[in-house]
T-cell receptor, first 110, second 121 residues
Framework: EIVLTQSPGTLSLSPGERATLSCRAS???????LAWYQQKPGQAPRFLIY???SRATGIPDRFSGSGSGTDFTLTISRLEPEDSAVYYC???????????FGQGTRVEIK | QVQLVQSGGEVKKPGASVKVSCKAS????????IHWVRQAPGQGLEWMGW????????DYAQRFQGRVTMTRDTSMSTAYVELSRLRSDDTAVYFC??????????????WGKGTTITVSS
């Protein structure tokens, strides 16, 4: 079973700064099966990125995804106060069908 | 608009069962898988399994095998998850989410607001 490890655990940055979040898979995975979500306290997760690098409808272009193989990155280019949240990466594996989430990275805005 | 509306929170005793519903609207119910994902207090997201509303076929995460049952009622565009033999560590928010029935991109694009299940004696 593939394990997704996210780092850092917490990122504390100021508005306007760049945030770089890492998601590392325990073995190589297909980019098409890697997605990212944002979750604010008391809310359901919000879908951000699919296929490693494609933004979901309505997601601001300051959010971008990249990576392949075992290393994937979510970048928030210019942080805004509303970006304070926990971010999760997710992978789908087909044998057996399994959806796996990373443990999350908390982004705090100073 | 596309939405998933979940049933209300419940308090259950250890050993009991709970059934949570997820009503879909604004799209073709049988065109998307319904997933169940839970989140214990202060913890991350945990996938429990999915159901194909078209066929009724299911896949469950290994750790829930034997304790979880996912069903659907296509006439009501509603999916259900039932968890039996509840323990205190089943206390969590239970989310339903949809993903397109596809064999390329895999993501959950619409989520319900969540149902809080508390297991306590």
């Amino acid at each position: 079973e593939i394990v997704l490890t996210q780092s850092p655990g917490t990122l504390s940055l100021s508005p306007g700064e760049r945030a770089t979040l890492s998601c590392r898979a325990s073995q190589s995975v297909g980019s098409s099966s890697l997605a990212w979500y944002q979750q604010k306290p008391g809310q359901a997760p919000r879908f951000l990125i699919y296929g490693s690098s494609s933004r979901a409808t309505g997601i601001p272009d300051r959010f971008s995804g990249s990576g392949s193989g075992t290393d994937f990155t979510l970048t928030i280019s210019r942080l805004e106060p509303e970006d304070s949240a926990v971010y999760y990466c997710q992978h789908y594996g087909s044998s057996p069908p399994t959806w796996t989430f990373g443990q999350g990275t908390r982004v705090e805005i100073k | 608009q596309v939405q998933l509306v979940q049933s209300g929170g419940e308090v259950k005793k250890p050993g009991a069962s709970v059934k949570v519903s997820c009503k879909a609207s604004g799209y073709t119910f049988t065109g998307y898988y319904i997933h169940w994902v839970r989140q214990a207090p202060g913890q991350g997201l945990e996938w429990m399994g999915w159901i194909n509303p078209n066929s009724g076929a299911t896949d469950y995460a290994q750790r829930f095998q034997g304790r979880v049952t996912m069903t659907r009622d296509t006439s009501m565009s509603t999916a259900y998850v039932e968890l039996s033999r509840l323990r205190s560590d089943d206390t969590a928010v239970y989310f339903c989410a949809r993903s397109r029935i596809t064999n390329y991109y895999y993501f959950m694009d619409v989520w319900g607001k969540g149902t809080t299940i508390t297991v306590s004696s």
